[in-house]
Every structure is written in C-alpha cells, then in structure tokens.
C-alpha cells in the first residue's frame, strides 16, 4: 500500500481547518494514518470521510503520540461516535465513526481549549524573546557606548532584538483580537468556524528581519572570518544536532517524560560541545590568525613621527572594529630606549584611540561620555589642535592625555610624557595627511 508524508503547519486556531484538509484528501484516496516525520498517509479507495481535531486541554507541548490521559479521552469520544486516530502535540484527530455523532465538546468548551493553547504557545515563543532583549539592552545601557556602537554584532542584536521583540507583540495583538470576536460570536449564539487564516505581515515581517540579519551578518563574516567563529560554531553545532533530533523524535515518538528526558539532555550536549569548541579550538584560530604586529608599519602614528627616537620598537597592539556607524581604532606602540638622562634601558610608550564617524551626534555621544569622567586639572588646547573641541589633562600616575574632537574624528592620545605645540602639528598633520589609513575622507569615500 503506498504512503505518503505531507508536512503542513497548522495553528491550534485552524483546527477546522485541519479537518477540513483531511477531509479533502480522503476524497481523493489519501486517507490520514497517524504523525510520522509528518502527516502520513495511506492510498485507498476515495471516500467520504469526516473529521474533526481537537484541542486536548491535558495535552503538552512534548506529546508526540497519545499519552494515557488523551486515550482515556478517547474512549469518552468513542462512545459519541468519534475514533481517535492519532495525536501530536494537543491536537487530537478523530473520525467520525457514525452517522449520528454528536459534538465531542461544547462550542464554550472548545474556544476556550484552543484560546488557552494559543495564549500558552504564544507566551512560549514571547518570554525568551522578552527576557532576552531585557537582559542585553540593560547591558547595553550600562556598558560604555563606546563598546558596542562599532561592533556589527552588537549593533545588530540592538537591531534586531526590538523588531523581533515588535513582531511578538504584533502577533499578541492579533491573538486578542482574535479571541475578543469569537468570544462574541459566542456570545451572540454563532459557533465559530477556526479556518486557515492568511498571516501574511507576521511572514513578511520574519522574512524581512531573516534578511536583514543574513545581509548583516554576511557583511561581518567576510571582513571579520576569525572572530565570527565565536558566534557562528555554536549556532551550527546547535542546528546540526538540533535538526536530526527533531527528526528522530517525530520518527521514535517518545512518551512525554522520555521526550523530554531526551531533549534536556541533547541540549546539554550541544551546549558543553559548544563550550568545549569555543574554549579550546577558537581562540587559538582568532588569535593565530589576528597577531599582534611584530612592529608598527602602517601604524597612523608612533613617536618617530612627532619627535626623535632612539632604540627600537619592542611591542606594538592593534584593534579595528568598523560598521556602518564609523570605526574605532586602539593602536599601542612602546619603544625601548637609552637616553644621557637615562643611562639604563626604559620604555616609552604611545597609545591612543581614534574614532570615526559620518554622524555627529555619535560624536557627540563618545565626547561626552569622554568628558563625563573627572579629569585632573584640564587645560583647554582648542586652538593650538585647530579642532572643534581639544581638552589636555595628566593622570595621578603621570600619563599625559590629549582629548581631541575634529569634526569627523575624536582622537585621544596617552604619552608619557606632555605635547608641546610643535609635537602636536606634528601629529596633527600625520594623522589628517591624506595617505593615512585614518584619514576620513579615505576611509569615508
């Protein structure tokens, strides 16, 4: 006898529907069987076959076959001419064994069954989405603005977690609209019909933000390879066990413990995998594949370029995180030198980080969380930086900081020792010159 498996998603809400799809099926020789890896069904002779699938209100999520409360139910159904065929989830299929079968519910009873399913269903799929926006826009409040603005992967979850945060409650709303006018219907003695309904925006809207983070994230991975590691191992390691395990469950069916015995455990699984990739093999991929430079060619700027040096450049660090936002670079370069003044070996350093932007309110945004931190005894040197803004400070431990806002850039720059005017044109012209690697208009085309 050939068999077929159809997969087709249905809402507790289109229940009737469901039967109405059985129903055509069997007139065309396709008679339902039970849930397989799908709808499985069997070729026969077409026939007229009626049925109805309810809502099982003892019924769970981790039901992928009738447990023994759903087969209690369905000698209850049985004796009002209804045979259970099979049950998935809380759907319970039944056909019509006789011609006189009376209503398995009541029309009250059966509202409030798939109104609670659907509002228990929705709360599944909301909570986490909620939890989690709250968890990391909270951090993002409270980290720096700095941190995050640059990094695509952040900036992306700050996206995309209030539109998915937008597509939940948009379906909420849909969901009490919905049970508002049956429960009116109900009140004014109709019986309602639960058909298919076409959910058009709540696809497109997925569809859109699917794109969206694709389109993003593929922007990422092709400039950043290494470090999207980090994010992207778990996630497949995730799907890949993720996808079989769907499977073997629909095609093992489970009792409910068992299930969920079983899915506890593979999450376990993949999440101490995903953990153990992370920890050992990532990092030794990121940073085997972003070292440090040996020296600072190519640097924007080390202290040969603003005044004379000698011994040699001993340890240098770069950083670069860029977006559509702007960039910001952290650069470190540390000489070891001889000086009359210092007859033994000491270390000099330079660090310093530049930001970028098209924005000005970003700008503005990164100088003043710069200048909210007390500063010791602040000199303005506006006018010797030419700059929109340029504030010079010394720490309690001696280093000296330049605080420099141009319109596209703010630059903040730690020395050991203070600028004078001349150092600072130096610098000023070194950075600006149009073959840095900073220089916005080459960066900003």
Partial sequence: MKKRIIYISFNYRD????????????LLGWHFKEFRLGMVFEQGNPADIHYIVEVFPKGTEMDTRPESSAEEYAEYCEAAGWE???SSRKFCVFRRTEADAVPIVTPEERFANIRKAEWLLWLGGAAPVFLLSAVYLS???TDSFSEWIFSTPSLLLFLF?????????FGGIDLL???VTRKKMLAAGSIPVYGKKKRFPFKAARSVMLFLVVVAAYTHLYSHRESCLLYLIPLL???IIRMPLSALISFWRPSRKYNQRFQDAAVWVAIFCSAMITAVWVPGAVSGSEAIPENAEGFPLVQADYRQMSGAVTWTYAEHKENLLGSVSHFYVDYNIESPEHPYLHSDSLWYTIYQSRFSRILAKLWEDELSVPK???VNRTNIWNAVSAVSYTSEHGICTELVRC???????HTDERLNDCQIRSIYEKIRAPGNSLNPERSFP
């Fill in 84 to 86: 259970l065929i099979d």
């Fill in 237 to 239: 390691l995730i799907l």
């Fill in 407 to 413: 319109p596209d850039q703010i630059w903040i720059i």
């Fill in 15 to 26: 229940c009737d529907a469901f039967a109405e799809y059985l129903h055509q099926q069997s």
């Fill in 177 to 179: 609209f919905w049970s």
């Fill in 161 to 169: 977690l209030p539109l998915l945060c937008a597509e939940r409650i």
């Fill in 376 to 378: 010791e005894h602040p």
């Fill in 139 to 141: 951090q993002v409040m």
